[in-house]
T-cell receptor, first 111, second 113 residues
């Protein structure tokens, strides 16, 4: 079983839709949770960073962590064609530094 | 543009061959990380260097090796290449060796025929 599971999609939505991207994980010791956005032919870039459970909002993006269910989500409101990318979740333990990444979900927002 | 540069952008080679991928970190960054990204495995951490010393090791095969030079650029050497080594190889850098502050380069696409 992989440490981090992520539905690869692809996910296709109309412009303006609310998008929900999700990851599940097996290691209850994960404490830090990240979302990266990766445009085609580019490296990943950090989008959101959260610690432990709860919600974090940044503009149109909301990251949600449910540690009891070992489930994290990224919500994108009022999605735009420029949001079309692959979204990777990542997480790490409280001790040590290594990140564990999901395989990524490919999102296309159709104008 | 993250400030991390990687060369070459694309590399096509044959099985059994050896290649070297190069990474120049952002100015001032002391730490370099190498990742392999394939469709089925996602982004896999290979190895981290900090100021010339190996800091952390991930799922790096014995056929692969890396080093970080005094000028802080890094090279990833892949030998006895197999078809399954075809992937995107990313380098990332951070100032103090903190994973949370990684900036990724554009990647090198390796195709093994």
């Amino acid at each position: 079983q992989k440490e981090v599971e992520q539905d690869p999609g692809p996910l296709s939505v109309p412009e303006g839709a609310i998008v929900s991207l999700n990851c599940t994980y097996s290691n209850s010791a994960f404490q830090y949770f990240m979302w990266y956005r990766q445009y085609s032919r580019k490296g990943p870039e950090l989008l959101m960073y959260t610690y432990s459970s709860g919600n974090k909002e940044d503009g149109r993006f909301t990251a949600q962590v449910d540690k009891s269910s070992k489930y994290i989500s990224l919500f994108i409101r009022d999605s735009q064609p420029s949001d079309s990318a692959t979204y990777l979740c990542a997480m790490r333990l409280n001790t040590g530094n290594q990140f564990y990444f999901g395989t990524g979900t490919s999102l296309t927002v159709i104008p | 543009d993250s400030g991390v540069t990687q060369t070459p952008k694309h590399l096509i080679t044959a099985t059994g061959q050896r290649v070297t991928l190069r990474c120049s970190p952002r100015s001032g960054d002391l730490s370099v990380y190498w990742y392999q990204q394939s469709l089925d495995q996602g982004l896999q951490f290979l190895i981290q260097y900090y100021n010339g010393e190996e800091r952390a090791k991930g799922n790096i095969l014995e056929r692969f090796s890396a080093q970080q030079f005094p000028d802080l650029h890094s090279e990833l050497n892949l030998s006895s290449l197999e078809l399954g080594d075809s992937a995107l190889y990313f380098c990332a850098s951070s100032e103090k060796g903190l994973w949370d502050e990684q900036f990724f380069g554009p990647g090198t696409r390796l195709t093994v025929l």
